[in-house]
């Protein structure tokens, strides 16, 4: 494979010689790359393949821009689709509705007599429809759960908008098995490949999910690699702790050279857009609320203490500063009481944080996985996320260059299908910042972020992230030097995971990899 300035040798999945030294191999399979960019291909530290797939299975809500569109949507998908099971689908704007409310009403409009679930952009809220909320028994009397809201409207019935984990899960524990998990990785793989990604943080991961993941490798259908992070329960982690470690062995012995399981995940809060991440000072919207933890400050550093002996490295969604600083003592306390071993904790988000907290990061070694996307004043911005923080918190959201400044390692993530599954998005407004430039990134410390950052993140700095000898041959290339090309201008053209070719732009053909033992 050749560069403008650079050659590189590929043996065995591995590359063997760069520059001259590959030339003078004689190697006569050649790719010749022409103007393009080679460079590690990106990794992805914090997304949700499974949920991204799936998306692809329901209604096509992603993109409607009004609630009508949305509707109809449904509506069509319903005609297509005949009978009475559950109609699901994700990734709707919660923006579209005032203070993110919606109405069961307005789905009953075109699915009167089956059940719909509709989960937000977030996937911290789930829009119904009223079948939805009779077959889980919720009305008027039914109490707010202790980690939720029900929204009402002024006569006290549910208005079909559930927010956050225990009230969402009313609906979403009844809905049965049917959908296709390994389906939605194939899916997931195809929209990585075209990304260039070929290494993910899956950061949300069910009993259910990790049966798929290994389905998928088995019948060779998986097209990236993955780290799968097991979502810790606060009412339950006690008994996750032993059985996350018996599917940490079991992914390890069957996972192949795709698969690892070494991580919790812990929700510490929600979103500010709901009013539902955890903050230190109230909510200028709502003065008497700061939000909604997931676990009370003691109970998260007990479990990350628990788990963190036991060698699983924590992965920490934290969005609201109070949420932060959760995480950072949770992880302090786990390093003052077990031995020291190279866990790299990962603080993901990283939204809003306290000036105190920022050194932080870097004196615990605490990653901070962030995604980019974010960083910019889309409507979830203006209309919903500044309007509840004001204006000083509101200029202290996502300070990835402060964060570099202090020695934090930075990796991206996209949080997909949060935000689309295309690191190149996230590089253009880390590297662009056009709203709050003084948090703008240079291109190679954003690029390093997406390539050797998350190899870092996935302990695998000595197999990928960086063209050298004697890493994987996981390549992207891309149109067009980006040191050199406006980030606008910049496109995958080809994708390599073990140096077969899983994407090319030109032919979009797709080669199921196999592992190196059975090359």
Request: charged fraction near 25%.
């Amino acid at each position: 494979m050749r560069t403008a300035t650079q050659s590189v040798a590929i043996a065995e999945n591995r590359i063997v010689a760069i520059g001259p030294d590959a030339e003078e191999l004689g190697i006569t399979d050649v790719v010749d790359l022409g103007s393009g960019f080679l460079s590690p291909s990106f990794g992805d530290g914090h997304a949700h393949p499974v949920l991204g797939g799936l998306e692809r299975q329901g209604p096509p809500i992603t993109d409607e821009s009004t609630v009508d569109g949305i509707v109809a949507a449904v509506g069509h998908w319903a005609e297509q689709n005949p009978g009475d099971g559950w109609i699901l689908s994700a990734s709707y704007d919660p923006t579209l509705a005032a203070d993110g409310a919606f109405d069961a009403r307005w789905l009953d409009a075109v699915v009167p007599d089956r059940p719909v679930a509709l989960r937000s952009r977030d996937y911290h809220a789930v829009w119904c429809n009223t079948a939805a909320l009779r077959k889980a028994g919720i009305s008027e009397d039914t109490p707010d759960p202790r980690l939720g809201r029900i929204l009402r409207r002024d006569d006290g019935s549910p208005l079909g908008t559930l927010l956050e984990w225990h009230a969402c899960d009313l609906v979403l524990d009844l809905i049965p098995p049917e959908q296709d998990l390994v389906a939605a990785l194939e899916e997931a793989g195809r929209t990585y490949t075209a990304a260039g990604v070929t290494w993910v943080q899956d950061a949300w991961v069910e009993p259910a999910m990790v049966d798929a993941y290994l389905l998928a490798v088995e019948q060779e259908r998986l097209l990236f690699r993955a780290d799968l992070a097991q979502r810790a329960d606060p009412d339950h982690w006690r008994d996750q702790v032993h059985a996350f470690a018996v599917q940490r062995e079991r992914v390890k012995r069957f996972g192949r050279d795709l698969l690892t399981a070494r991580t919790v995940k812990f929700f510490a809060d929600g979103v500010i857009e709901t009013g539902t991440a955890s903050m230190l000072e109230p909510y200028v919207d709502v003065p008497h609320s700061h939000g909604m933890p997931v676990w009370s400050p003691p109970e998260l550093a007990a479990a990350i203490t628990a788990f963190d002996a036991e060698r699983f490295q924590v992965h920490v969604h934290a969005i609201g500063d109070a949420a932060v600083r959760a995480a950072l003592d949770a992880v302090e306390r786990a390093r003052n009481a077990n031995p020291p071993w190279d866990r790299r904790p990962v603080i993901a988000h990283v939204q809003v944080v306290d000036p105190a907290d920022l050194p932080r990061f870097a004196e615990l070694g605490v990653i901070a996985t962030v995604q980019p996307q974010w960083a910019q004043t889309d409507p979830l911005m203006t209309e919903l996320t500044i309007p509840r923080l004001g204006p000083v918190r509101a200029g202290r959201q996502y300070p990835f260059a402060t964060l570099a400044r202090l020695g934090t390692r930075l990796a991206f993530g996209s949080d997909w299908p949060v935000s689309p599954a295309d690191p190149l998005a996230g590089l253009r407004i880390a590297i662009t910042r056009e709203w709050l430039p003084g948090e703008r990134l240079d291109v190679a410390q954003a690029f390093a972020a997406q390539t050797t950052g998350v190899a870092w993140q996935a302990q695998a700095e000595r197999e990928w992230g960086e063209l050298a000898v004697g890493r994987r041959a996981d390549l992207v290339c891309l149109n067009g030097d980006p040191a050199h090309t406006p980030p606008h201008e910049i496109f995958v053209t080809d994708t390599w995971l073990s140096g077969r070719r899983t994407y090319a732009a030109l032919t979009l053909a797709v080669d199921v990899p196999r592992s190196p033992s059975e090359e």
